[in-house]
């Protein structure tokens, strides 16, 4: 395929690498994908719901798609119109003895784990052993165990089978692994007859998805409290999540990359869709890209990024935005001085060690870089030669942070396995050609 030839993702190889070429200048509109986890999110508490949800505006990642599978195959009732997508829900009876893969999905793994114990032998199994297969799951497990669910798993690993019935009633759960543990029990936790007093043990994670959770369950008419802290969350049982209609606004984690590559190159790039009183936590990647020297003003639901500004060297807690890390570390590494995001261990546990394999791709690319077990440092250039071929791990995260990184090197930059982009964000890629990038696609055989 040529470079620079506007291509539509859905005509892309089913496996590829991409070659980034280096470009002068980005400008142009894009309107963000919708978000991947106000998605997974809705679709689940709409086959939770007993009747007709409509969920508008749903992402097309795999991720979602991988959501959608699992719910159908538990019994929903699934239409697609257009964008949105219909479903009739199975409220607190799916469908026992059922095998589900939720793909790669972290979040659509841990929320279907806990909604599991509503049912007699559901398993979850995935066929990415390399990647979900090793993220560990025993917390939740633990917990589910605790309130007396039967669990068999694989050393605390996919795959799981676990059987209900659970009562309810008060619940410890880890949350300085990840906060999905705890999300899955909020989900859980109306449909109990006891309901749950959830108590967050150890240095909580990712407080803005939990926020997240508390704001679906909202929306579906469930009743829930929580301590300002979120170390206590309680949920009373025997309550119906009630269908309706739901919107799924603009994605912060994916959009991320695109204003850090809007902030990385000179140009103008405006990016719609995107409301600002949002629970995202990668909301604060405007924040951050503001402090290192980048022009971007909000226009209504859009952001304006004038791009090329000098960038300056931060150092910030990274545990509100984990999902935009990545896509600031590309910003980070052209920017004066080294940049340190801390508090950031639970990277190490998503779809590659977001800390180790960032490390060892930047320092591939010339970089240098550091790393304490929850830090990761990049002292920025001004010179990436590129020239090089870089893995992208499988992970979608790290790939976008090698393309930005590609965009501003000498050379072309090619990046392995860039398929996995599709987990989160299939039209990245494409977000970025009507910008004026050029990628070259390379089938890869399967
Ligand atoms: O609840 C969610 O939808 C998510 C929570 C976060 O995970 P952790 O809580 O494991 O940090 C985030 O990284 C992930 O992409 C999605
Ligand atoms: C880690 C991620 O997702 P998940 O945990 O849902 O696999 C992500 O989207 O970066």
Same mark, same amino acid.
């Given at each position: ?312 060297? &931060?150092?910030? !807690? @990274?545990? =509100? ?6 896509? /600031? +570390?590309?910003?980070?590494?052209? *920017? $004066? ?50 020239? &090089?071929?870089? !893995? @992208?791990? =499988? ?6 942070? /090698? +393309?930005?990184?590609?965009?501003? *090197? $000498? ?36």
């Amino acid at each position: 395929m040529n470079e620079g030839a506007l291509q539509d993702h859905l005509t892309l190889p089913e496996q590829f690498d991409v070659v980034v070429h280096p470009v002068r200048e980005l400008r142009g509109a894009v309107r963000a994908q919708p978000s991947k986890n106000y998605t997974t999110r809705y679709l689940l508490a709409a086959a939770l719901a007993e009747g007709e949800t409509r969920v508008v505006g749903v992402a097309t990642s795999e991720d979602a798609h991988a959501m959608l599978r699992c719910l159908r195959d538990w019994g929903a009732g699934i239409e697609h119109i257009g964008d949105d997508v219909v479903i009739r829900g199975f409220g607190a009876a799916p469908r026992a003895g059922v095998t589900l893969n939720p793909g790669n999905a972290g979040a659509v793994a841990r929320f279907l784990m806990g909604v599991a114990a509503l049912t007699r032998d559901t398993t979850l199994v995935t066929d990415h052993p390399d990647s979900l297969g090793r993220r560990p799951q025993g917390d939740l497990l633990e917990a589910l165990e605790r309130l007396g669910a039967r669990v068999g798993s694989n050393e605390g690993r996919l795959p799981v089978t676990i059987s209900g019935p659970v009562r309810g009633g008060v619940a410890e759960v880890s949350a300085e692994r990840s906060s999905q543990y705890t999300s899955a029990l909020m989900f859980l936790a109306p449909l109990l007859p006891g309901g749950l007093d959830l108590r967050l043990t150890g240095q909580i994670k990712s407080h803005a998805p939990l926020r997240q959770t508390l704001d679906t369950l909202a929306a579906f008419g469930i009743r829930a409290a929580a301590t300002d802290d979120l170390s206590r969350v309680q949920i009373p049982g025997g309550q119906r999540y009630r269908p309706g209609r739901v919107m799924v606004p603009g994605d912060y984690p994916g959009t991320a990359a695109l204003l850090a590559a809007a902030a990385l190159l000179p140009g103008e790039v405006r990016l719609s869709n995107l409301r600002e009183n949002d629970l995202q936590g990668e909301r604060e990647a405007v924040d951050v890209l503001r402090e290192m020297g980048a022009d971007i003003h909000r226009d209504g639901d859009a952001l304006v990024v004038r791009g090329g500004q000098t960038l300056r060297a &931060v150092n910030r !807690d @990274g545990d =509100g935005f984990t999902d935009a890390v990545q896509a /600031l +570390t590309a910003a980070a590494a052209l *920017a $004066e001085g080294t940049t340190t995001w801390r508090n950031v261990y639970t990277l190490r546990l998503k779809e590659c060690d977001r800390i180790s394999d960032t490390r060892r791709e930047l320092e591939r690319l010339g970089l240098q870089a550091s790393e304490t077990e929850d830090s990761l440092s990049v002292t920025g250039t001004n010179r990436i030669a590129g020239g &090089v071929t870089a !893995d @992208g791990h =499988g992970d979608h995260r790290m790939i976008m942070l /090698l +393309t930005l990184l590609g965009l501003r *090197a $000498e050379a072309p930059v090619r990046i392995t396995g860039a398929h996995h982009i599709r987990k989160s964000y299939p039209q990245f890629f494409m977000h970025l050609q009507a910008l004026g990038a050029g990628f070259d696609f390379l089938e890869r055989e399967s």
